[in-house]
């Protein structure tokens, strides 16, 4: 079966330091794997994706994530870390057409 | 473009009552799913819809039960209200059902059951 596990339900970084947020995966099959961003009181807005091709996928925000095969990792970074990046952080993993689970959500404070 | 919209945003019901919540997608997409969101729980699947026809189910009692009209606007509802249904009830859309397409979210309808 497959499965997300968010390393850390809450992290929190300074201003201006780098952001890193952890996901790993179980796939039996190649994933697809996907970052959401949740402020509060708001749905889920897509960060960015990984579905094939380049492990290094660039998003919206400055962020980027690594597909790392060999660790089955999603890692989320981002150099330098903006008070309003403060938020909730979901790693996603699809492997059917029909089914996309979530991680459990990391929690985002940035201290100025 | 419009975003996916969700309404009620706020809702508060008693124990026992019924609800009906209301998911209008991105226009042109035709797939709409449901997730409900707890503090406990995180993200949970409720069901998926694509082309008036439910795809997919997640592990919800019966009392959660949801549809699709042709125009791929989607409803949930759910009968015999138990405190337990408080959450955050996400609608998510998409154009089409791939496994590299990502869901649209709308902004949830928080319900509280007291």
């Known amino acids: 079966a497959q499965s997300v596990t968010q390393l850390g339900s809450h992290v929190s970084v300074s201003e201006g330091a780098l952001v890193l947020l952890r996901c790993n995966y179980s796939?039996?099959?190649?994933?697809?794997l996907f970052w959401y961003v949740q402020y509060p009181n708001q749905g889920l807005q897509l960060l960015l994706k990984?579905?094939?091709?380049?492990?290094l996928v660039k998003g919206i925000n400055g962020f980027e994530a690594e597909f790392k095969k060999s660790e089955t990792s999603f890692h989320l970074t981002k150099p330098s870390a903006h008070m309003s990046d403060a938020a909730e952080y979901f790693c996603?993993?699809?492997?059917?057409?029909?089914?996309?689970?979530f991680g459990p959500g990391t929690s985002l404070s940035v201290i100025p | 473009k419009a975003g996916v919209t969700q309404t009620p945003r706020y809702l508060i019901k008693t124990r026992g009552q019924q609800v009906t919540l209301s998911c209008s997608p991105i226009s042109g997409h035709r797939s709409v799913s449901w997730y409900q969101q707890t503090p406990g729980q995180g993200l949970q699947f409720l069901f998926e819809y694509f082309s008036e026809t439910q795809r997919n189910k997640g592990n919800f009692p019966g009392r959660f039960s949801g549809r699709q009209f042709s125009n791929s606007r989607s409803e949930m509802n759910v009968s015999t209200l138990e405190l337990g249904d408080s959450a955050l009830y996400l609608c998510?859309?998409?154009?089409?059902?791939?496994?590299?397409?990502?869901?649209?979210f709308g902004q949830g309808t928080r319900l509280t059951v007291v």
């Open positions: 990984y579905t094939t091709g380049a492990t």
């Open positions: 796939s039996s099959v190649p994933p697809y």
């Open positions: 998510a859309s998409s154009p089409r059902v791939d496994l590299n397409t990502e869901a649209f």
């Open positions: 996603a993993v699809k492997t059917s057409y029909d089914k996309v689970i």
